[in-house]
């Protein structure tokens, strides 16, 4: 097959992928951040970098895929405090739906899911190690902040200068801060903060902050210096920056070789958000799609562009989706082995070593599917299967893909559901709990699980 070429963020242009270790990769994607549900972007991270995981290991590299849950900051402890929760009942309940998710997607789990509670003695490990080399320092406040303009080589990932972020900045009211553009490594202790996110450190009871969580449980995992780096475009600044001040400040050398940043997710042509109402969670979209068609959806255009959703988009994906399943329906698919010398397939690997090119691999595939209706032949099927498969593709039965439930109209069975929910609810309100039981029951060979929620509120998610 061609050789790898990765885009590179730091070098802005694609390289040729040596690894550091012949024939071994270590990759490290930043994951979630656990007060809520996942949304569309979430989706758009996992499966991605599961789709890179898979290529790298299709082409023989033995990965260890490393994707962390920050399950301490800010906005987990403000939730967990306006819910009346422990912060561990929180972040428990939204890493429980994360997975379901990520099932949901075809992701498959990396290799290591570190939490950062799990890591807070490496992370004082490594502030002590800044402050050793003098890139760390107490603030009158009790935190302990980075020194920005003590780092030579900060701004290289994203490509600001010091100068430009100083025009930029805005007045800051932390003025335990020697200069605006420090940022926090070690959180002081408030009062009003719960027992459960105080930890104890030379510089007295705080918790860490949010970029020294991924230097230091990287480290741990991958070693001081790794391959792959991967995350959003919203985390190259500044937390992808920062990572890199702290870890090449700590051990002075690269920290990583390749940085991978996914495009941004817009909403109808709009950036996603809260404030503008185009906010949607993963199990949102998936009452309405199935979870493959999703993924499809998400794969068909390159990672490092911008990604439109709309419900225009998402119905196109299906039908393109369908028209792959169609070309297996009247093949039975053999048991042979991918052959990569096939021209299909060899199309597909030189999409896929062009940084990771699902688009044109993924053209390949349609292809490849016409060549299966027009000539019947199950050694073709067998490839376009098997093809599809090494991204996470066409890994049903066409009948089982056919007949799922998304299938019928998005509102049409919207409503279905909900008709059978408020029929489960009267049976329980007339105490007829085997009628219930029997709804749900029949709910979940519709492939869809129930969840019962305080207040009697039912909530429905695809299994």
């Not at 758009?44 to 900051?73: A, E, K």
């Not at 929180?90 to 998710?101: G, K, P, S, V, W």
């Not at 303009?149 to 200068?161: A, E, I, V």
Request: glycine fraction near 8%; charge should be negative; aromatic fraction near 10%.
């Amino acid at each position: 097959m061609s050789v790898l070429r990765i885009y590179n963020t730091l070098a802005r242009d694609k390289q040729v992928f040596t690894p550091i270790q012949p024939g071994k990769v270590r990759m490290y994607v930043c994951g979630m951040t656990v007060y809520d549900y996942c949304h569309l972007g979430h989706a758009r991270v996992m499966v991605v970098f599961d789709m890179v995981q898979r290529w790298l290991r299709s082409s023989g590299f033995d990965v260890t895929f490393v994707r962390n849950i920050t399950d301490i900051d800010d906005k987990i402890i403000k939730r967990a405090v306006e819910n009346g929760e422990s912060i561990s009942q929180l972040t428990q309940r939204f890493i429980h739906a994360m997975d379901e998710d990520a099932i949901a997607l075809g992701v498959q789990k990396p290799d290591h899911e570190p939490r950062a509670t799990d890591y807070v003695p490496q992370m004082l490990g490594l502030i002590q190690r800044l402050e050793e080399n003098g890139l760390a320092y107490r603030a009158d406040d009790g935190d302990v902040n980075y020194s920005v303009r003590d780092f030579p080589g900060y701004g290289k990932l994203s490509g600001k200068s010091l100068d430009d972020l100083r025009a930029g900045e805005r007045v800051d009211v932390n003025t335990g801060k020697r200069d605006p553009l420090d940022f926090v490594l070690w959180k002081a202790s408030k009062e009003s903060e719960p027992a459960e996110v105080k930890w104890q450190s030379k510089w007295g009871s705080g918790r860490p902050g949010w970029h020294i969580e991924c230097s230091a449980m990287s480290c741990e995992l991958l070693g001081e210096q790794f391959d792959i780096h991967g995350g959003g475009s919203d985390l190259q600044f500044p937390h992808h920056e920062n990572e890199i001040a702290q870890s090449e400040g700590a051990f002075r050398h690269t920290f990583v070789n390749y940085w991978m940043h996914n495009g941004f997710l817009n909403v109808d042509n709009e950036k996603m958000s809260k404030s503008l109402g185009n906010f949607f969670t993963i199990r949102e979209v998936l009452k309405k799609y199935d979870p493959e068609v999703v993924r499809f959806f998400i794969l068909r255009t390159h990672y490092r562009s911008q990604l439109n959703y709309s419900d225009v988009h998402l119905d196109d994906a299906k039908g393109a989706l369908t028209r792959l399943y169609v070309a297996l329906k009247e093949v039975s698919a053999d048991d042979q082995p991918l052959d990569w010398t096939e021209p299909h397939a060899a199309q597909f690997a030189e999409a896929m070593n062009d940084d990771f090119g699902t688009p044109l691999a993924i053209a390949a595939l349609f292809e490849l599917a016409n060549e299966v209706n027009r000539t019947k032949s199950a050694a073709l099927a067998r490839q376009l299967k098997k093809l599809a498969g090494v991204v996470g593709l066409l890994g049903r039965s066409p009948q089982e893909f056919l007949q799922s439930a998304p299938g019928e109209s998005g509102k049409d069975f919207e409503a279905l559901v909900q008709t059978k929910i408020e029929a489960r609810a009267a049976a329980k309100k007339a105490k007829n709990f085997a009628e219930a039981d029997r709804v749900r029951a029949e709910l979940l060979d519709m492939g869809i699980v129930l969840e019962d929620k305080p207040g009697g509120i039912t909530e429905w998610r695809r299994a």
